[in-house]
């Protein structure tokens, strides 16, 4: 099985990311976040995975995030709307973003990587 894999290609940690998975032999496709952000459908199926907690979604340190003062609008953001926002600025999801089928990962932390991948 292939399994996408939203990145960044600027990002150290969407490097180490396809490190760990290159080294597992693990087939992956790459996407573009910032042109190509995940759908509505697939960011919806990751707010489930992350238990609902809608700011794991966002990528919390990046300068759009910043401009948009989105800690703020975050507080009072309708989940669907906060998902409408992310679907249309990649550079606002947290990466990388993977979905395979029975996990959602975001960001890259070992430990729960060798949970989903081994």
């Known amino acids: 099985m292939t399994?996408?894999?939203?990145?960044y290609s600027k990002c150290s940690t969407c490097r180490k990311a396809l490190k760990f998975l290159d080294a597992r032999k693990i087939a992956y496709r790459k996407l573009?976040?910032?042109?190509?952000?995940p759908t509505i459908a697939e960011l919806s199926l990751m707010l489930r995975h992350m238990n609902n907690e809608l700011k794991r979604l966002f990528n919390t340190s990046g300068e759009l995030y910043r401009e948009l003062r989105m800690s703020e609008k975050l507080k009072t953001l309708a989940p669907d709307a906060a998902i409408a926002l992310l679907s249309k600025?990649?550079?606002?999801?947290?990466?990388?973003?993977?979905?395979?089928?029975?996990?959602?990962?975001?960001?890259?932390?070992?430990?729960?990587?060798?949970?989903?991948?081994?």
């Not at 399994?3 to 990145?7: L, V």
């Not at 979905?99 to 949970?115: H, I, Y």
């Open 32 to 37: 573009p976040i910032a042109d190509q952000p």
């Open 3 to 7: 399994i996408k894999i939203y990145e």
């Open 89 to 118: 600025h990649g550079k606002l999801v947290k990466r990388p973003f993977v979905l395979t089928p029975n996990a959602g990962l975001v960001g890259f932390r070992e430990d729960e990587w060798r949970r989903v991948f081994g």
